[in-house]
């Protein structure tokens, strides 16, 4: 029996790629999952094929963004299956562009799905958590660009560091309280899933976004060159378990992804800026 046998986790963005993989493999470990999605439709047709499969889930659609929808997801999370010990905070969008062309909805967009998310997440989740004494994880989906930061994605980046900061912390102040709540985060590569879709999501009152340039559509040819690299959702949600069972903080899917942060971690101490660009 492993670890998630018979406990609750729940899964932001579970409708699609890393967290339905995440929800999958979940329950293919014994595990119920409260399955959160902004996307109704493939929320009910994800959740509908994983219990004809015998899997015991519970779809919410939650808009991440909003502090009074996490609560109302942890509520019907308790009401249903008890104490959640598993949490997932990975739903996620990407914009791109020049930083200097980012639109005001662009960033409002991006930094209240993937920080706020994260963070209200963390608000609704751990305090019930610490309080039952039991030991859990919380799992965040952050990317490589928390730690490294390509031309064209100045505000994806802006937001990974930003949930490189949230787990750091929360692993710390846990740490300080002597919880057996542990911090692991994922830092994936380039993963096969639909996030180039994610305007499908996009909330109407923020449809202004960034318009194609010349600059981003060059920067979108060199990213294409590194196809070969991508992984699927499934590798990675089989290491973020992984790491989970064997308690590790930090996941990187794409091993040259470990050395290009060191290099620019060197690059900075040193006083310049690293080129995130690796050798292919
Ligand atoms: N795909 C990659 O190359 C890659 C690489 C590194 C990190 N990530 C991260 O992985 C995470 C999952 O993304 P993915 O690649 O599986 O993309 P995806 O688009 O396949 O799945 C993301 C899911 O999040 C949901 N979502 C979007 N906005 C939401 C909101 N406001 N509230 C609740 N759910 C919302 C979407 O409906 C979707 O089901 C993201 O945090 C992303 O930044 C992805």
Do not use: K, L, M, Q
């Given at each position: 029996m492993g670890i998630f046998a018979d406990r609750t986790a729940v899964v932001t963005?579970?409708?699609?790629g890393i967290g339905l993989a995440l929800t999958t493999r979940l329950l293919a470990a014994g595990a119920r999952v409260v399955m959160a999605d902004i996307e109704a439709a493939a929320l009910d047709e994800a959740a509908t094929a994983l219990t004809a499969a015998g899997g015991t889930v519970l779809p919410v659609v939650t808009d991440v963004r909003s502090a009074v929808a996490v609560e109302a997801l942890a509520t019907r999370a308790a009401e249903a299956f008890?104490?959640?010990q598993y949490v997932f905070a990975n739903a996620g969008v990407s914009v791109s562009g020049a930083t200097w062309d980012v639109t005001a909805d662009d960033w409002q967009w991006i930094m209240g799905v993937n920080v706020f998310g994260v963070a209200h997440m963390v608000r609704s989740f751990v305090p019930p958590l610490v309080a039952s004494g039991l030991p859990g994880r919380v799992c965040v989906t952050a990317s490589v660009a928390g730690y490294l930061n390509q031309p064209g994605f100045g505000a994806y980046n802006a937001t990974k560091h930003a949930v490189v900061g949230i787990a750091e912390s929360l692993a710390a102040d846990l740490r300080e309280i002597q919880s057996p709540v542990g911090v692991t985060l994922l830092a994936p590569w380039?993963?096969?899933?639909r996030i180039a879709d994610g305007?499908?999501?996009?909330p109407a009152e923020l449809r202004d976004a960034t318009a194609p340039t010349d600059f981003s559509r060059s920067v979108s040819a060199r990213l294409g060159?590194?196809?070969?690299?991508m992984h699927t959702a499934e590798q990675v949600a089989d290491l973020a378990l992984s790491a989970i069972e064997d308690g590790h903080?930090?996941?990187?899917?794409?091993?040259?992804s470990r050395d290009a942060v060191r290099a620019r971690i060197d690059a900075v101490l040193d006083g310049g800026i690293a080129d995130f660009y690796l050798p292919s």
């Open positions: 963005g579970a409708a699609s008890g104490i959640v380039f993963v096969r899933t305007a499908r999501n996009r060159a590194w196809s070969g690299t903080f930090a996941v990187f899917p794409y091993e040259p």
